[in-house]
Structure formats: C-alpha cells, structure tokens
C-alpha cells in the first residue's frame, strides 16, 4: 500500500522567504505526482503535475521536482506572499490503470506580512 | 460549467436522515472521483466512475452509501440513515481520460453535518 507522507505538517515564514515543502512515497513505482493547495473551507486546486518520465514542473514562481528512486518531491514557491498561506497537499497515482490518489496529510503554510 | 460544481456546498443533518449530494463535472470529462475529507484527516478515495460504471467502489465504509452517475455526467452520493461520524467534506473531482494525463481536478466540496 502507498503511504505519502509530507513534513513538515505545519511552517511559518516571513513574507519573501523562499519556501520548501516535502513529499515522500513508499512505493516508487508512480504513475505521477500532483501537488494540490486548499484554501480553508474550499476545494483543491490543482497547482503542478509531473508526470513519472519527468524531473520537474514549473509554473510561475512553483516548481516540483521528482526523484522517483529516492521517492520524493518537492515544491518550491519562490518570493512567498501572504496569498501563499493555504495547506498543500500532494498526491501519487500508481499506475495508468490504477485512478486512485493516494494523499499526504498536508503542509500548512503560513506567510506573515 | 467551467469546473466542477457541487451541491448543497453546506448541508446540516439530523442523525438518521438520508442526504444526496450532487456532483457536476467538467463537461467531457469521463473519470469521475469522490472523495471524502474529515476533520484533521486526509483525503479518503470513496467510489470512481469511469463513464456511468463504477469499477471501483472499495472507498465506500459501509452499505449506507451508495453513488451513481447518468449520462456520463452527473453524479449523486447518497449517504442513508446518516451518523455523527459522516460529518466531513465531500469532495468530487473530474478527470479529461481521453487525454490521460491524470490529472484531476475538484470541486468545492460538500460540507456535511450531522446533529
């Protein structure tokens, strides 16, 4: 069973800093990886997928590395603002076959003005 | 629509009333997921759809729920003879499989509370 675990659960950052967010998997044997954000009392939203073939994604001042032997990602968000406070979650598919996600718990960020 | 939409986005229940919440996906979307979210918890994977069949119904934790799907669009989560413990957000998400990507793509969510 896949079990996808993101450290920290929580971090605070003073508005500016550069901010790293963890993702590790048990089984490196993915389809793909997607990174996700939640507003409170809101949805997710999709911010980056990186497909198994890949090393990174990046979009604006996001980007995710994959490293599938280690089983790791990472999501960088560069020059954080206080609209970056959310929780961000990520989520790994097995296979082409297999459509269930399996889901960190989530990293909550806070960035103070 | 644009994306997908859920309704009621708030529902409050009396323990053993029967709720539906609706999903509507993005259009031409075949893939269809719900998924739920209790407090401090994760994300749960309930029931998928692929087309108006669901191949995998393992996420569902017990009888009192069911799902459907018509037309390859909509979808109804059903949730019968409701307990304290279904109180979470309800999330459904949309997937274009024709271009399988994989990505997916949510909704709002429901928030159910039961009283």
């Known amino acids: 069973k896949q079990e996808v675990t993101q450290i920290p659960a929580a971090l605070s950052v003073p508005e500016g800093e550069n901010l790293v967010l963890n993702c590790s998997f048990t089984?490196?044997?993915?389809?793909?990886l997607q990174w996700f954000r939640q507003d409170p009392g809101k949805g997710l939203t999709s911010l980056l997928l990186i497909q198994s073939s890949q090393r990174e994604q990046t979009s604006g001042r996001l980007n995710a590395s994959l490293d599938k032997s280690s089983g790791r990602s990472t999501l960088y968000i560069a020059a954080s603002q206080p609209g970056d406070s959310a929780t961000y979650l990520c989520?790994?598919?097995?296979?082409?076959?297999?459509?269930?996600?399996?889901f960190g718990a989530g990293t909550t960020v806070t960035v103070r003005a | 629509g644009a994306g997908v939409s859920q309704s009621p986005s708030n529902k409050v229940t009396e323990k053993g009333k029967d709720v539906e919440l609706r999903c509507d996906p993005i259009?031409?979307?075949?893939?269809l997921y719900w998924y739920r979210q209790s407090l401090g918890q994760g994300l749960e994977f309930l029931i998928y759809?692929?087309?108006?069949?669901?191949?995998?119904k393992s996420g569902l934790p017990s009888d009192r729920f069911s799902a459907e799907r018509t037309g390859g669009s909509v979808s109804t989560l059903t949730i019968q003879r409701t307990q304290q413990e279904d109180s979470a957000v309800y999330l459904c998400a949309s997937s274009p499989v024709r271009r399988n990507t994989g990505e997916l793509f949510f909704g709002e969510g429901s928030r159910l509370t039961v009283l």
């Open positions: 759809f692929q087309g108006n069949s669901a191949p995998d």
């Open positions: 989520a790994v598919r097995l296979s082409s076959n297999d459509y269930k996600l399996s």
């Open positions: 089984d490196s044997a993915i389809y793909n």
């Open positions: 259009s031409g979307h075949t893939a």
